[in-house]
């Protein structure tokens, strides 16, 4: 199967996904998770009309947004540590990572020093896995709050990564425990926060996941391939 073929192929199983729960597909957006693939897959991922694409790693981001011309959004989807933020500022759109204040106070800082804001969404661990990254969702009101309060940063919303499921049934209890934080923090009316996306579901479960709630699913191994 093509790239192209695989955009295709998601996109109506995210459609169908959202009408079976009544949700309008529009309000719901593909992120390829490029981790590993060269710039020229994202070019031909970007040429059949895939606009948003998410990386693991600073480098690989930096020297494939060099590569690609077309006019595309990038996202950060992977652990990120304090040191590297600096090269991202003014390149990524929206970060899906933040699960620790200083992370945030190191965004503030590198979007300060440009005068804009950065996206964020808060990641949130909910297995509790110790190897996970995240903050655990006890503490992600608090991190919200704290966040919400740096002037150059504005929270989207969350993200999890749910443990690995053979089932994709397996993870709705996860998916639905993100969306039901969500709908707590929500109601708590901070100022500068607004959590109107829910970043969750991968290849082996995306359409659960917008059963779920999902606004943005980023999906690697049914686009591209396996790594
Ligand atoms: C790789 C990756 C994905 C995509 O996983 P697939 O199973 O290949 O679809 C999604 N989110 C994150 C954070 C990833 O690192």
């Not at 459609?15 to 949700?23: E, K």
């Not at 690609?68 to 989807?77: D, R, T």
Request: glycine share 8%; charged share 25%; with cysteine.
């Amino acid at each position: 199967m093509s790239i192209a073929t695989n955009i295709y192929e998601i996109n109506r199983r995210i459609s169908s996904a959202a009408l079976r729960v009544g949700r309008d597909p529009a309000t719901i957006r593909l992120v390829a998770a490029s981790k590993t693939w060269p710039a020229e897959g994202v070019t031909e991922a970007a040429e059949a009309g895939q606009l948003i694409f998410g990386e693991n790693y600073v480098q690989e981001l930096l020297a494939k947004a060099l590569h690609v011309k077309e006019p595309i959004e990038w996202h950060f989807i992977g652990a990120l540590q304090s040191n590297k933020v600096k090269q991202l500022a003014g390149v990524v759109s929206l970060i899906h990572s933040v699960d620790r204040l200083s992370l945030a106070e190191e965004i503030e800082k590198q979007w300060g020093k440009l005068g804009e804001l950065c996206n964020v969404l808060v990641e949130v661990n909910l297995s509790g896995e110790e190897t996970k990254s995240g903050t655990s969702s006890a503490e992600a009101a608090r991190l919200v709050r704290e966040v919400a309060r740096l002037p150059h940063l504005r929270i989207r919303g969350l993200m999890t990564m749910p443990q690995f499921f053979d089932q994709p049934e397996e993870a709705r209890l996860s998916f639905r425990s993100l969306r039901e934080l969500s709908e707590i923090i929500t109601a708590e009316n901070i100022p500068n926060v607004e959590m109107d996306e829910l970043s969750m579901g991968m290849s082996g479960d995306f359409e659960v996941a917008v059963e779920e709630g999902a606004t943005l699913v980023r999906v690697g191994t049914a686009i591209f391939g396996y790594r």
